[in-house]
């Protein structure tokens, strides 16, 4: 399987900071990664796959980028609505994997 | 607008089968997308489960493979997954989505609003 692994596993911000968020694969997965949030109690929701494709109706605030092994989602200024956890997600190999996570919440 | 929904007991005693429907309205399950189960153990990361393509082409996560089978039934436009010998390790929320193909990559685009399985006697 291929492991993924984010950094950091959480973070403290204020609303209108720059957030980067890193995902690194134990292999090299091209550019198949999507990116997620998941809010408390609900379901994950897609924001960027292709490593760097936005999901139609995700803010343009949000980016990705990277390919290979290193991954990254960025915020530009956060915004209330952006606390939440965020899951990258290889899909190059089955099994699909996940990263652990990585919990953004209020400073 | 598709939407799934997870459907099934919320509770299943040690040993036993999990088993879970997920009903596909606004969209055919008969399309060309694949169908997944995910599920996340309270408090923890997500895990992914399966898939499913509705011809019966499934893929499933070697670490479950002995216990998983996903299943389809175009008649009622869903799929199913069924879990054996589970113990308190497979108490989880447990979503489906759907999976959709862009220029080459694909993705879960729409999810269940998930259930919670738990594992006890």
């Known amino acids: 399987d291929i492991q993924m692994t984010q950094s950091p596993s959480s973070l403290s911000a204020s609303v209108g900071d720059r957030v980067t968020i890193t995902c690194r694969a134990s292999?090299?997965?091209?550019?198949?990664l999507n990116w997620f949030q998941q809010k408390p109690g609900r379901a994950p929701k897609l924001l960027i796959y292709?490593?760097?494709s936005l999901q139609s109706g995700v803010p343009s605030r949000l980016s990705g980028s990277g390919s290979g092994t290193d991954f990254t989602l960025t915020i530009s200024s956060l915004q209330p609505e952006d606390f939440a956890a965020y899951y990258c997600?290889?899909?190059?190999?089955?099994?699909?994997?996940f990263g652990q996570g990585t919990k953004v919440d209020v400073k | 607008q598709v939407q799934l929904q997870e459907s099934g007991p919320g509770l299943v005693k040690p040993s036993g089968t999990l088993s879970l429907t997920c009903a596909v309205s606004?969209?055919?399950?008969?399309?060309?997308?694949?169908w997944s189960w995910v599920r996340q153990p309270p408090g923890k990361g997500l895990e992914w489960i399966g898939e499913?393509?509705?011809?019966?082409?499934?893929n499933y996560n070697p670490s479950l493979m002995s216990r998983v089978t996903i299943s389809v039934d175009k008649s009622k436009n869903e799929f199913s997954l069924k879990l054996s010998s589970v113990t308190a390790a497979d108490t989880a929320v447990y979503y489906c989505?759907?999976?959709?193909w862009g220029d080459g990559y694909n993705y879960e685009d729409y999810w269940g609003r998930g259930t919670l399985v738990t594992v006890s006697s």
């Open positions: 606004g969209g055919s399950i008969s399309s060309s997308n694949w």
């Open positions: 997600q290889q899909t190059y190999s089955v099994p699909r994997t």
């Open positions: 989505a759907r999976i959709s």
């Open positions: 499913i393509y509705h011809s019966g082409s499934t």
């Open positions: 292709a490593a760097s």
């Open positions: 292999q090299s997965i091209d550019t198949y």
